[in-house]
T-cell receptor, first 116, second 113 residues
Framework: DTGVSQNPRHKITKRGQNVTFRCDPI?????LYWYRQTLGQGPEFLTY????????KSRLLSDRFSAERPKGSFSTLEIQRTEQGDSAMYLC??????????????FGNGTRLTVT | AQKITQTQPGMFVQEKEAVTLDCTYD???????LFWYKQPSSGEMIFLIY??????QNATEGRYSLNFQKARKSANLVISASQLGDSAMYFC??????????FGRGTQLTVWP
């Protein structure tokens, strides 16, 4: 169990550029979640996958955001035409996917995006 | 949807003392779980403790205990014998059987010697 891995740890980009983040979940975990956390706030849900199927997207996920999880393994989160308001920590989490409220999510260390 | 409220932006406690971090929640789901996570300055989210909505007894994990009052919809975290390494952001979260967690805004705990 190597934990949830996110790359890169930090990304600085200019407004209008596209960025892509990667998340490698714990290998046997079926569910993968993306959250966004801005300074002084708790994580906000963006989207989640059950295997390769994207089951839910938050209203926070504008058309500029897209997430994929091909083959139900790693996931990518792409932000097109970045805006300064996209600056945040992007957290990935995974879980086995049991329909059990006791199942905790395992989080990665996040990707910190700064849009200049 | 669930809503989590943490009304204490910051808390201070002296080393070796106990501290209570407040959390109230609002959910229409009959079955739900309540979690506390710790987030040090390094950024990782560390799971601390879980309480199920049907659990009769308060959860405990080492120095952490969860004071669960279902009728009042509160799930306060109690940290006993605080240590300097406990200084961090603490988040309360609620989860339904649908899976995703809803988080509060967090409480910044500072432990001083």
């Amino acid at each position: 169990d190597t934990g949830v891995s996110q790359n890169p740890r930090h990304k600085i980009t200019k407004r209008g550029q596209n960025v892509t983040f990667r998340c490698d979940p714990i290998s046997e975990h079926n569910r993968l979640y993306w959250y966004r956390q801005t300074l002084g706030q708790g994580p906000e849900f963006l989207t989640y996958f059950q295997n390769e199927a994207q089951l839910e997207k938050s209203r926070l996920l504008s058309d500029r955001f897209s997430a994929e999880r091909p083959k139900g393994s790693f996931s990518t989160l792409e932000i097109q035409r970045t805006e300064q308001g996209d600056s945040a920590m992007y957290l990935c989490a995974s879980s086995l996917g049991a329909r059990d409220t006791s199942e905790s999510l395992h989080f990665g260390n996040g990707t910190r995006l700064t849009v200049t | 949807a669930q809503k989590i409220t943490q009304t204490q932006p910051g808390m201070f406690v002296q080393e070796k003392e106990a501290v209570t971090l407040d959390c109230t929640y609002d959910t229409s789901d009959p079955s739900y779980g309540l979690f506390w996570y710790k987030q040090p300055s390094s950024g990782e989210m560390i799971f601390l403790i879980y309480q199920g909505s049907y659990d009769q007894q308060n959860a405990t994990e080492g120095r952490y205990s969860l004071n669960f009052q279902k009728a009042r919809k509160s799930a306060n975290l109690v940290i006993s014998a605080s240590q300097l390494g406990d200084s961090a952001m603490y988040f309360c979260a609620c989860r339904s059987t649908l899976g995703r967690l809803y988080f509060g805004r967090g409480t910044q705990l500072t432990v001083w010697p």
